[in-house]
């Protein structure tokens, strides 16, 4: 069974542009979460989508979005970029949210 | 306010010794406790769940412990080799079942 693929791995922008990742989970899950990992800030939730719903959001502004289709991928969306978005951004899927998650090896978003 | 902690400081051990990790948490009342192994570069993955009715958990050489009354998990690595050397992360779930909550992870290096 394919892992969870993240694509692209390594993403450098400039601030004020936008971004967009995508995350295809393991096939038959349908819960997809998305993080970002810094090193002062560790791992926090950004969202989660299940069967094409938001069903949880962490506490971030407005400009991360994300979206979820029909076949369980997944997009996020980082738009007015700043320094701070500099991150690993990390999908996780799961059969149902909170299970043991299934991480890809996430996207190296560089700002400069 | 709600928060997961584990050491931050780099657990230095040599190899064929048992390797102990914490991870405390304040103002959650999680139904179950789960660990996770990263290397760098690379996602997470998971290695264990615990449940709260549960005392201690085992895989291999791994051992979980989770008690309820001190909102504590202890995570050992037993006859540790240096391909344990990563960082150990413990997550929780804050609201229910469809978000995880992680701490900011404890690094492991086994001296050959």
């Known amino acids: 069974k394919a892992g969870v693929t993240q694509t692209p791995r390594y993403l450098i922008k400039t601030r004020g542009q936008q971004v967009t990742l995508s995350c295809s989970p393991i096939?038959?899950?349908?819960?997809v979460s998305w993080y970002q990992q810094t090193p002062g800030q560790g791992l926090q939730f950004l969202f989660e989508?299940?069967?094409?719903?938001?069903?949880n959001k962490g506490n971030f502004p407005g400009r991360f979005s994300g979206r979820q289709f029909s076949n369980s991928r997944s997009e996020m969306n980082v738009s007015t970029l700043e320094l701070g978005d500099s991150a690993l951004y990390l999908c996780?899927?799961?059969?149902?949210?909170?299970?043991?998650?299934?991480f890809g090896d996430g996207t190296r978003l560089s700002i400069l | 306010s709600q928060k997961i902690e584990q050491n931050s400081e780099a657990l230095n051990i040599q190899e064929g010794k048992t390797a102990t990790l914490t991870c405390n948490y304040t103002n959650y009342s999680p139904a179950y406790l789960q660990w996770y192994r990263q290397d760098p570069g690379r996602g997470p993955v998971f290695l264990l769940l615990?449940?709260?009715?549960?005392k201690e958990k085992r895989k291999e050489r791994l051992k979980v412990t989770f008690d309820t009354t001190l909102k504590q998990s202890l995570f050992h690595i037993t006859a540790s080799q240096p391909a344990d050397s990563a960082t150990y992360l413990c997550a929780l779930p804050p609201y229910g079942n469809n978000r995880l909550a992680f701490g900011k992870g404890n690094q492991v290096v086994v001296i050959p």
């Open positions: 989508y299940f069967s094409e719903t938001q069903r």
């Open positions: 096939s038959g899950h349908r819960s």
């Open positions: 996780a899927s799961s059969l149902e949210g909170g299970q043991p998650q299934h």
């Open positions: 615990i449940r709260e009715n549960e």
